[in-house]
């Protein structure tokens, strides 16, 4: 006997390392030991391994089994080791032939049956880009393990037939096992609900423009208005007008959704931008990532390349806002935990929607309200000021007047703004494709201030705003990526001072104290 050799994949994030796995059968008393640091979940696949083996028809060897993880320094966890672990021991054994640097990566369960497990797409693409596209997945996977272009993937239901295909004895093995398809749950897989569609919304016609401009630069948002105001409703409507993803953008938000295991594998890449809409009693590890062991994602990253909404904004904790404040940037969280590092893609749009203050009576007039002057400040303070400086779109809702409440259902649909809106994508994508950037939110200040430098007359209102100390720096840069938003929605080369107006207004503050 030799040393039995196989592949895995061990995710860090979204990122995969290839792990090779060494068992060894030696000459003293039964035992079962794993090394390389494993987490509980793999320490137990010892016990797995061995029922498996056993109702499978190739029982392990009752000496002492060792099996090696490398590179021993990363961690390992989750149960998804289990099978390239049974297939280098069977291998040491020689119950089966050569595995030939297949990547195996599958549960078990008692009866011998392969059970899926999350994160297989992300860890499908990291075996092919090491250089491994021989990958062999529970049956379940297949769907989307197949995404992953390059993949040469098998799936299988059972050890024992895995086990014959790879040379075991067919005598011993227990073939005529048949377990039920599927996993519990995948019964309900990926229901698609209907679209909400912006026709629902009546009146609002400034809030609907300041949506469909939005939509067409990806721009982020606040919005503040009274209860029943339809702050929800427009927040809601967003990723119906936003274009579908692209092959990399939809890979890129498949992967996040695979390791977050929120939908069942339907072998289709997600095409529609993602809406996460997390309640303000989340902590800062459901909205940034984290959980213990490796972090995990959060909503910040599984609303990315979509819409993350933030419904009462200023109840949410502050330092779990604040700590938006960097993705919405870099378009990246890296969340350092004691077991770890973890990056997640999160380039996301914020929409935050908020009552003016605690009674929510304080718009308009304000007669009906009974908030004091710093209650209103306050809690609109709850909102931090840097924060607000990265929010382009920053817009008061007011209520629903009765003649438009009569028009329900009458105004432009959702099929209509999307058509624009996808039309000043296509121009965004022509003038900025050079710069290797996707919308004008994206673009960089010194590309805004170089190669795409406004003449001084057409910013003379921004240099003032600038020079009085109502804009930041990064304020009179945002101002500017809307004004060029609004000049693709209008099919102009370049925008003009009338859309340099048009963007200031558009991020005006709305407190009301």
Same mark, same amino acid.
């Given at each position: 006997?030799?040393?039995?050799?196989?592949?895995?994949?061990?995710?860090?994030?979204l990122?995969?390392?290839?792990?090779?796995?060494?068992?060894?059968?030696?000459?003293?008393?039964?035992?079962?030991?794993?090394?390389?640091?494993?987490?509980?979940?793999?320490?137990?696949?010892?016990?797995?391994?061995?029922?498996?083996?056993?109702?499978?028809g190739?029982?392990?060897?009752?000496?002492?089994?060792?099996?090696?993880?490398?590179?021993?320094?990363?961690?390992?966890r989750?149960?998804?080791?289990?099978?390239?672990?049974?297939?280098?021991?069977?291998r040491?054994?020689?119950?089966?032939?050569?595995?030939?640097?297949?990547?195996?990566?599958? $549960?078990? *369960?008692l009866?011998?049956? &392969?059970?899926? =497990?999350? #994160?297989?797409?992300? !860890?499908?693409? @990291?075996?092919?880009? /090491?250089?491994?596209?021989?990958?062999?997945?529970?049956?379940?996977?297949?769907?989307?393990?197949?995404?992953?272009?390059?993949?040469?993937?098998?799936?299988?239901?059972?050890?024992?037939?895995?086990?014959?295909?790879?040379?075991?004895?067919?005598?011993?093995?227990?073939?005529?096992?048949?377990?039920?398809?599927?996993?519990?749950?995948?019964?309900?897989?990926? $229901?698609? *609900?209907?679209?909400?569609? &912006?026709?629902? =919304?009546? #009146?609002?016609?400034? !809030?609907?423009? @300041?949506?469909?401009? /939005?939509?067409?630069?990806?721009?982020?948002?606040?919005?503040?208005?009274?209860?029943?105001?339809?702050?929800?409703?427009?927040?809601?409507?967003?990723?119906?007008?936003?274009?579908?993803?692209?092959?990399?953008?939809?890979?890129?938000?498949?992967?996040?959704?695979?390791?977050?295991?929120?939908?069942?594998?339907?072998?289709?890449?997600?095409?529609?931008?993602?809406?996460?809409?997390?309640?303000?009693?989340?902590t800062?590890a459901?909205?940034?990532?984290?959980?213990?062991?490796?972090?995990?994602?959060?909503?910040?990253?599984?609303?990315?390349?979509?819409?993350?909404?933030?419904?009462?904004?200023?109840?949410?904790?502050?330092?779990?806002?604040?700590?938006?404040?960097?993705?919405?940037?870099?378009?990246?969280?890296?969340?350092?935990?004691?077991?770890?590092?973890?990056?997640?893609?999160?380039?996301?749009?914020?929409?935050?929607?908020?009552?003016?203050?605690?009674?929510?009576?304080?718009?308009?007039?304000?007669?009906?309200?009974?908030?004091?002057?710093?209650?209103?400040?306050?809690?609109?303070?709850?909102?931090?000021?840097?924060?607000?400086?990265?929010?382009?779109?920053?817009?008061?809702?007011?209520?629903?007047?009765?003649?438009?409440?009569?028009?329900?259902?009458?105004?432009?649909?959702?099929?209509?703004?999307?058509?624009?809106v996808?039309?000043?994508?296509?121009?965004?994508?022509?003038r900025?494709?050079?710069?290797g950037?996707?919308?004008?939110?994206?673009?960089?200040?010194?590309?805004?201030?170089g190669?795409?430098?406004?003449?001084?007359?057409?910013?003379?209102?921004?240099?003032?705003?600038?020079?009085?100390?109502?804009?930041?720096?990064?304020?009179?840069?945002?101002?500017?990526?809307?004004?060029?938003?609004?000049?693709?929605?209008?099919?102009?080369?370049?925008?003009?001072a009338?859309?340099?107006?048009q963007?200031?207004?558009?991020?005006?503050?709305?407190?009301?104290?």
């Amino acid at each position: 006997m030799g040393v039995g050799r196989s592949y895995c994949i061990a995710l860090v994030g979204l990122n995969g390392y290839v792990v090779e796995v060494e068992a060894d059968i030696g000459q003293t008393l039964p035992a079962f030991v794993i090394l390389g640091l494993p987490d509980a979940a793999l320490n137990e696949a010892k016990e797995r391994i061995r029922s498996a083996a056993q109702n499978s028809g190739i029982p392990l060897s009752r000496r002492k089994i060792t099996a090696n993880l490398i590179p021993a320094s990363l961690p390992k966890r989750g149960s998804g080791f289990d099978l390239a672990i049974t297939m280098a021991v069977l291998r040491a054994a020689e119950d089966i032939r050569s595995i030939d640097g297949t990547v195996f990566i599958a $549960e078990l *369960g008692l009866d011998g049956r &392969l059970r899926p =497990v999350r #994160g297989i797409l992300p !860890a499908v693409m @990291a075996a092919v880009q /090491a250089g491994y596209p021989e990958i062999v997945v529970a049956e379940a996977n297949v769907a989307e393990a197949t995404l992953v272009p390059g993949a040469h993937v098998r799936g299988y239901r059972t050890l024992a037939r895995l086990a014959y295909d790879f040379g075991a004895d067919p005598k011993e093995l227990a073939l005529d096992y048949d377990p039920p398809g599927g996993e519990p749950g995948d019964e309900n897989e990926d $229901e698609v *609900g209907l679209v909400p569609d &912006l026709s629902d =919304v009546s #009146g609002q016609s400034e !809030a609907r423009r @300041a949506l469909e401009v /939005a939509a067409a630069g990806s721009h982020h948002m606040l919005l503040t208005g009274p209860p029943g105001a339809g702050k929800t409703m427009l927040a809601e409507r967003l990723p119906g007008l936003l274009p579908d993803l692209a092959d990399k953008a939809a890979m890129e938000v498949t992967a996040i959704h695979s390791l977050a295991a929120v939908r069942s594998s339907t072998g289709t890449l997600l095409r529609r931008p993602p809406f996460e809409n997390p309640h303000h009693s989340a902590t800062a590890a459901a909205i940034i990532g984290g959980g213990s062991g490796l972090p995990r994602p959060g909503a910040a990253s599984r609303a990315h390349r979509g819409v993350l909404f933030l419904d009462e904004a200023p109840e949410f904790e502050r330092r779990v806002l604040d700590a938006l404040r960097q993705p919405l940037e870099s378009g990246e969280l890296v969340i350092h935990r004691s077991a770890g590092t973890a990056a997640y893609p999160a380039r996301f749009q914020l929409v935050l929607a908020s009552n003016p203050c605690p009674c929510g009576k304080a718009s308009g007039k304000g007669m009906d309200c009974t908030c004091t002057a710093i209650m209103r400040r306050r809690y609109f303070g709850r909102i931090s000021g840097p924060l607000l400086d990265r929010v382009d779109i920053q817009l008061q809702v007011e209520r629903v007047s009765l003649a438009d409440f009569g028009q329900a259902g009458m105004e432009e649909g959702t099929d209509a703004v999307a058509g624009r809106v996808l039309a000043a994508r296509q121009r965004q994508a022509e003038r900025l494709g050079a710069f290797g950037i996707e919308t004008n939110s994206q673009v960089p200040g010194r590309t805004l201030r170089g190669e795409l430098r406004l003449a001084p007359g057409t910013t003379r209102i921004l240099d003032t705003a600038l020079e009085r100390g109502i804009l930041t720096a990064r304020g009179y840069d945002r101002v500017l990526r809307l004004a060029w938003t609004l000049a693709d929605l209008d099919h102009s080369n370049i925008p003009t001072a009338d859309h340099i107006g048009q963007a200031l207004g558009l991020r005006q503050a709305t407190t009301t104290a």
